[in-house]
């Protein structure tokens, strides 16, 4: 049962092949049973999610069933679900009950899914190995011993390891994609505006973008179609209606021009990710594809400029976690000082502790002009790259991260060299695009990822990629030997 | 700590201690002719919008502590701001009233600083491009003189909520009912020259915000508040002096005391050799003194941004058009109709535009039954001001309506009644007595005109004081005065003065 796709167990349930509350149960015991090993959950909601599959029960009953109804997901610990804990993996919030759903989060109750737990993720989607997590770090199951990256490591971690169908998941730099291409999944961030942020805690505001980890570019492609659309809780959103992303993914990619930045696939690259690229390029070829090489100058200048536009928005946006109206309070406080130092002192783990202290140094008189001005013209820089490259593609192929994942507690102490885990992720945040991360192969027995970079609001060209190489291809099929 | 911060914390200390000003025992020895004064003012004004600037919470004042504050206004996690049109609305009237700049495409940014009535440790207001720039406003000195006042700029924000130190022993408490509400700030250039021409700019601006609808302007409630910068520098001098900058004055009186004390304060100090420290003062109006306001952060430095959950917002042409077409008719203008229509002096028409409702009233009055305006004016500026004012109450709270003044004054005007008898009936229906004819009616008020019946009355007065008469005939014509007195006291205040006057001319 949990080899089956969102798109095959929505079959199941409507051939009345098992029961919603069957299903719900298959999936609480896969995670009772292996999340131990894993800690990709921060909150099972096993209670909240058998009503959920009863009630869905009765929609199948009384003949009000909708495509996905009864299907099991789960959510990154950063989507506000009313009366759940919702953390964000960090002290500051282990006690925070939401008081409302997140839009993602009632978009997709409302088209029937259930969710049956808040996944693990780097504290405040700060990171890319999931080790900065107040709850632990994630393992990944193709190694234990090794990360599933980050942030939305449990996510990645929860669909590599089939203890849920599919999750969804937040990238702000990478941290959709690193994570499923170090776990075999397929993980899409869609264009900045396709997707509402309401509800999802801030990280940087002008960067953050919802998504999914999937199996498969088909499931995605339902999940998104669900999840998009303009939202009047949030401005960002654009107005125009999303289409339905599953109508286009059978299209024929003959003819499609699919463009290769040279500076993403530098000397120092790894020669056995590169082989397995280039087998992709070359099955992509055979399928009417036609790769050319482009050129993106100033992508390579992207993590220093991230580094400072999403530390600048993100002291700001966790100003909130003051101590006073909800979330950690440090014990006797003598005044408002002590309050606001120790709680968030005691509450906030050293990375974003690192990136606050980052943040607020580039915004204060004297050096915004040096840092964030400079940082928000490379971002115009990059996007004026990708701009022009897209007048003479349809796609950007890149791999999605310049490693595999890695050995856990390897690169903690090396700030900059986990930092280059993004290298690749982080250009197209920053330039706002639709990008999808597809499993291409392997490398000593772990995982390697694709990234296809859409142009602006054509998620369905790349969701359309990515499906004929996943109908032609088998390697997102495969699964973790433990976890068969 | 080491020894030298100790030492530099006892000099702030000592500083602080030498820092609380009174006016009042140094104005004396003041030598102010050589001073000139330079005046700024930054208003706050609350936005009449139904709902907050960024929330859908409701923006009533007096609301039980925390009933108006939603998800958004408490900055839960993952909310996000969504302007409200209706605050970008009333902002362009302004902008358009004031003659000023409306920017096609402005940016909201925040303003970061650490504050237990400040939800989101940032407030979102605007910086570098704000909605409104470059308008002006005229202010009167005195009939014939105005002045023009320049606006610098005017951008939209939203207001704070408010710590309540006394509501909880031992703590503080924090309501955020007013936190999210929209407010514009509108920041003069340092044009004014005298706490006389701050008030009156003051007023103007707050009639102006009135008549547009834009904002209620009441001052106890916060809705229109005032922070005050002032410099003075030597009248030949060019160079502008340190300025201060006093926080939070919620009433025109303030305003002027406040500017006046912290002129002399300054004067005092640069006078006996000192000099002025940039910084942001409080007023103590029971003291009529100025003092140091505790800082709410360690330092100024906001880290303002751009607002990334906001797009710029854009105003297009169409826009701008509408509203400038349903733009009421401003103050400045209705001063200069009510003189060239209503011939009206320029004293009277600025008392009668000075606030909406006035002009309002006093065209109903003119308007209902066809009343003189200078007749009309004259009694809304007697004795309907001096009821209004002895209870404390605004035109709108006017136990007489206007329809029923025009009612007494066309009764002034048609001789039914004296000028003197007018004055019992106004009083009569102020205490809800009744209409005016009523009130004539019932108390048999009603002015006699009968040439027969006056004659009669003189005859009787000339017959009872023969003395008087005999003097009057010699000469001393002064004594007519003492004759109407008596006809009209005989009359009981009815009979017309003028007939009475006329009549007893031919018979003495």
Redesign the interface.
């Known amino acids: 049962m949990h080899r089956k796709t969102i798109t095959e167990l929505a079959e199941a349930l409507h051939q009345k092949e098992c029961s919603c509350l069957e299903l719900t149960r298959y999936f609480l015991d896969r995670i009772n049973r292996y999340n131990p090993a894993l800690n990709a959950f921060i909150t099972i909601t096993e209670k909240e999610a058998l009503e959920a599959a009863q009630e869905a029960d009765r929609a199948f009953q009384q003949g009000t069933a909708k495509k996905l109804t009864g299907i099991p997901i789960a959510h990154k610990d950063l989507f506000c679900t009313k009366g759940v804990k919702t953390s964000c993996a960090s002290k500051m919030l282990d006690n925070f009950i939401a008081p409302y759903d997140a839009t993602v989060v009632s978009k997709l109750n409302h088209a029937g899914t259930i969710s049956l737990g808040k996944t693990n993720m780097d504290e405040f989607a700060m990171g890319a190995s999931n080790e900065n997590s107040f709850y632990g770090p994630v393992k990944n199951p193709w190694d234990l011993t090794r990360v599933p990256g980050g942030s939305s490591g449990g996510s990645a971690a929860a669909v590599a390891a089939h203890l849920i169908p599919a999750a969804t998941g937040t990238d702000t730099g990478g941290s959709i994609r690193q994570p499923a291409a170090l776990t075999n999944t397929t993980g899409i961030k869609p264009t900045y505006g396709r997707v509402s942020r309401f509800g999802i805690i801030a990280f940087a505001s002008s960067l953050d973008q919802a998504g999914l980890l999937t199996q498969t570019a088909e499931d995605a492609a339902l999940l998104l179609t669900e999840m998009a659309g303009f939202d009047s809780y949030d401005s960002t959103t654009v107005e125009e209606a999303a289409p339905d992303f599953t109508k286009t993914l059978n299209n024929s990619i003959h003819g499609l021009k699919i463009g290769l930045p040279q500076e993403c696939f530098p000397e120092h690259l790894d020669p056995k990710i590169k082989t397995v690229i280039d087998q992709a390029l070359r099955q992509l070829e055979s399928q009417g594809a036609i790769i050319q090489e482009i050129k993106l100058p100033h992508v390579m200048m992207g993590i220093p400029a991230y580094y400072i536009i999403a530390p600048a928005e993100c002291s700001s946006n966790l100003a909130r976690y003051d101590g006073i109206r909800y979330g950690y309070r440090c014990k006797g406080p003598v005044d408002l000082q002590d309050l606001y130092e120790r709680s968030r002192a005691e509450a906030f783990g050293d990375e974003v502790k690192h990136r606050i202290l980052i943040g607020t140094y580039v915004l204060s008189s004297g050096y915004y002009d040096a840092y964030y001005i400079q940082a928000q013209k490379i971002r115009r820089l990059i996007k004026n790259d990708f701009v022009k490259a897209f007048q003479s593609v349809d796609a950007i192929l890149t791999p999605t991260s310049p490693t595999t994942a890695f050995k856990l507690g390897s690169k903690s102490k090396d700030r900059v060299n986990m930092y280059t885990s993004d290298i690749f992720t982080v250009p197209v945040n920053l330039a706002g695009l639709p990008s999808i991360s597809i499993p291409a192969g392997f490398v000593d027995q772990l995982p390697v990822g694709l990234q296809l970079i859409g142009n602006y609001f054509d998620e369905s060209r790349i969701l359309n990629v990515a499906h004929r190489f996943q109908q032609a291809t088998d390697w997102h099929r495969q699964i973790p030997k433990n976890f068969e | 700590m080491t020894e030298l911060a100790q030492k530099d914390e006892r000099r702030d200390k000592n500083e602080h201690c030498g820092q609380i000003f009174n006016a009042s025992d140094r104005c004396s020895h003041i030598s102010s002719t050589n001073w000139e004064t330079i005046i700024g003012l930054e208003v706050h004004t609350q936005l009449l919008t139904q709902s907050k600037l960024f929330s859908g919470s409701a923006t009533a004042y007096g609301a039980d502590v925390n009933t108006q504050a939603g998800?958004i206004d408490?900055?839960?996690?993952?909310?996000?701001?969504?302007?409200n049109q209706e605050a970008v609305t009333m902002a362009i009237k302004f902008g358009l009233a004031i003659h000023g700049h409306i920017a096609r495409r402005s940016i909201f940014a925040?303003k970061?600083y650490?504050y237990?009535d400040l939800?989101?440790?940032?407030q979102i207001t605007q910086h570098e491009l704000p909605i409104i720039s470059d308008g002006y406003l005229d202010i009167a000195l005195d009939d014939k003189n105005t002045k023009r006042i320049h606006i610098t700029r005017a951008h939209l924000e939203e207001d704070s909520g408010k710590s309540l130190h006394e509501a909880v022993r031992g703590m503080?408490g924090?309501d955020l009912n007013r936190a999210g509400i929209a407010l514009i700030e509108i920041v003069s250039a340092p044009d004014l020259r005298s706490a006389e021409e701050a008030v009156a700019y003051l007023k103007a601006l707050h009639t102006l915000v009135r008549y547009l609808g834009i904002s209620d302007g009441n001052m106890q409630e916060g809705s229109f508040r005032c922070d005050v910068n002032v410099s003075v520098k030597p009248k030949d001098s060019d160079q502008l002096g340190t300025r201060t900058e006093t926080k939070n004055l919620n009433s025109f009186r303030f305003v002027e005391h406040a500017i006046q004390s912290e002129v002399a304060r300054q004067i005092k100090i640069l006078e006996s050799g000192g000099k002025i420290i940039q910084e942001t003062l409080a007023f103590d109006s029971v003291k009529n003194e100025t003092r140091p306001l505790r800082e709410k952060e360690e330092s100024h430095?906001y880290?303002?941004?751009p607002e990334?959950?906001?797009?710029p917002l854009v105003i297009t042409e169409e826009t701008i058009e509408s509203i400038q077409k349903a733009l009421p008719e401003l103050p400045a203008e209705k001063f200069n109709r009510f003189i060239a229509q209503y011939h009206l002096s320029a004293y009277d028409a600025h008392f009668l535009t000075a606030d909406h409702d006035t002009a309002n009233y006093f065209e109903s009055v003119i308007h209902a039954e066809a009343i003189d305006p200078k007749l009309a004016a004259n009694w809304m500026m007697g004795e309907l001001s001096a009821a209004l004012n002895n209870e404390n109450l605004s035109i709108i709270q006017s136990a007489i309506s206007a329809e029923h003044l025009a009612q007494l004054l066309k009764r002034i005007q048609d001789n039914t009644i004296s000028g003197a008898i007018a004055k019992t009936v106004f009083e009569a229906m102020w205490h809800q007595e009744g209409t005016a004819d009523v009130i004539i009616e019932k108390k048999g008020l009603k002015q006699i005109t009968d040439t027969s019946e006056i004659d009669t009355m003189i005859d009787e007065v000339i017959a009872a004081n023969p003395e008087e008469l005999a003097a009057y005939r010699s000469g001393k014509t002064k004594l007519l005065g003492f004759f109407v007195g008596l006809v009209m006291q005989r009359s009981k205040g009815k009979a017309n003065p003028q007939q009475v006057n006329q009549l007893l001319i031919k018979k003495l």
């Not at chain 2, 939800?119 to 940032?122: A, F, N, Q, R, T």
């Not at chain 2, 990334?308 to 797009?311: A, E, I, Q, T």
């Open positions: 998800i408490l900055a839960m996690p993952g909310v996000l701001p969504v302007l925040r970061n650490f237990p939800p989101k440790g940032y503080t924090i430095d880290r303002y941004f990334p959950d906001l797009l």
